[in-house]
């Protein structure tokens, strides 16, 4: 079955880096576009960042535009997110995703916050 794994959030401060990891399993990896959401408490849910199947391109929220950089490598069936110059509303449980034309796969999330 399809599984998502997050990996690599923790406690940062204003200015810091992070990069975030999700492994990949039970679907053709280079078969999908991939995506990056965050939800902050008591928000909804908002897609980050998005990778076509070989990262020809890629699509980001205003908010996160040169600071998130989405990529991805095929042949390790993971994707990945490199955040710069963190800011306290990054702050979120950040999510991978895969919609495989049926239904949406998400992985339990992983924690970021931001915060001096």
């Known amino acids: 079955q399809v599984q998502l794994v997050e990996s690599g959030g923790g406690l940062v401060q204003p200015g810091g880096s992070l990069k975030l990891s999700c492994a990949a399993s039970?679907?053709?990896?280079?078969?999908?576009?991939m995506r990056w959401y965050r939800q902050a408490p008591g928000k909804e849910r908002e897609l980050v960042a998005r990778?076509?199947?070989?990262?020809?391109?890629?699509n980001y929220a205003d908010s996160v535009k040169g600071r998130f950089t989405i990529s991805r490598d095929n042949a390790k069936n993971t994707v990945y997110l490199q955040m710069n110059s963190l800011k306290p509303e990054d702050t979120a449980l950040y999510y991978c995703n895969v919609w495989d034309g049926k239904q949406d796969y998400w992985g339990q999330g992983t924690r970021v916050t931001v915060s001096s």
């Open positions: 990778i076509t199947r070989f990262g020809g391109s890629t």
């Open positions: 039970g679907f053709t990896f280079s078969s999908y576009a």
